[in-house]
């Protein structure tokens, strides 16, 4: 059972890269936005902005964890289009009269997803390194990273099917991602929570993406990571289990 799950997975997981492959402009444009970012606030507004002694002198060491969740919110707006349009089209449809895993077909967005958004993610660090970004990370605090972006992809790629699955039109499929987008500027990703008035500091401080930047920026510094690690763990696991979950029971339910 499990080795049919696993081949059917990687059978339509090809086939959703390919669909990648024939239109890169998904990953350019993921990679776009982020980047006019970083352009905008490193030279910008960079050098009027305070962060204190936590960034390591570069104003864009200190921002560059929030500028890559950023670029995973803007790639799962395509996920969720992507699977609008195969639900729209009845390719689920077709799939379910055929011998495979049922739930290989959302896997196999899910993986598709991660693997583009991976990609956009090496282009952004790409730039980041040629506009002066700097680490001390060893290759354990890489992999630490690389860990906390994969669970965040995963995350959000299952609130995306769950807007994919649920969406009556094109636009409300990737509408969602906007907000998420948008939550890092009122979190520490571009400044310290201190500087925020009251209710808006409580919210940063409180929010998932400021214990997930502030882990990564701890790592990508080589400094202490503290109890940020953990907090910002138990976010990613229970945004992906539930995620999960709700979109499982939506679909069993589209296909039943």
Not at 29 to 47: E, Q
Not at 100 to 121: D, K, P, Y
Request: aromatic content about 12%; cysteine-free; glycine content about 10%.
């Amino acid at each position: 059972m499990t080795a049919h799950f696993v081949g059917d997975t990687a059978v339509l997981t090809s086939r959703s890269l390919r669909h990648i492959l024939r239109s890169p402009d998904t990953i350019i444009t993921t990679a776009v936005t982020p980047i006019a970012l970083m352009l905008l606030f490193v030279y910008v507004f960079g050098g009027a902005i305070d962060t204190g002694t936590l960034s390591t002198g570069s104003y864009i060491d200190y921002m560059l964890p929030g500028i890559l969740l950023i670029t995973i919110a803007s790639g799962i707006a395509y996920t969720a289009y992507r699977l609008f349009l195969d639900m729209q089209g009845g390719i689920f449809e077709r799939f379910q009269s055929l011998p495979i895993a049922r739930s290989g077909v959302l896997w196999a967005h899910v993986f598709t997803s991660l693997v583009s958004i991976l990609v956009s993610l090496a282009v952004v660090i790409g730039v980041a390194l040629l506009m002066g970004f700097r680490t001390g990370a060893g290759f354990g605090a890489w992999l630490g990273v690389i860990g906390m972006l994969v669970l965040f992809t995963l995350a959000l790629t299952w609130l995306a099917v769950i807007a994919g699955l649920s969406a009556k039109t094109v636009d409300g499929a990737s509408a969602f991602s906007y907000p998420l987008i948008f939550l890092p500027f009122i979190s520490s990703a571009f400044v310290p929570t201190e500087s925020m008035p009251g209710p808006v500091q409580w919210f940063a401080e409180n929010q998932p993406v400021t214990s997930i930047v502030d882990s990564m920026r701890a790592l990508f510094a080589g400094q202490p990571v503290g109890d940020d690690i953990w907090v910002a763990m138990a976010w990613l696991v229970g945004i992906l289990i539930v995620g999960y979950v709700i979109s499982m029971a939506i679909y069993r339910k589209k296909i039943s």
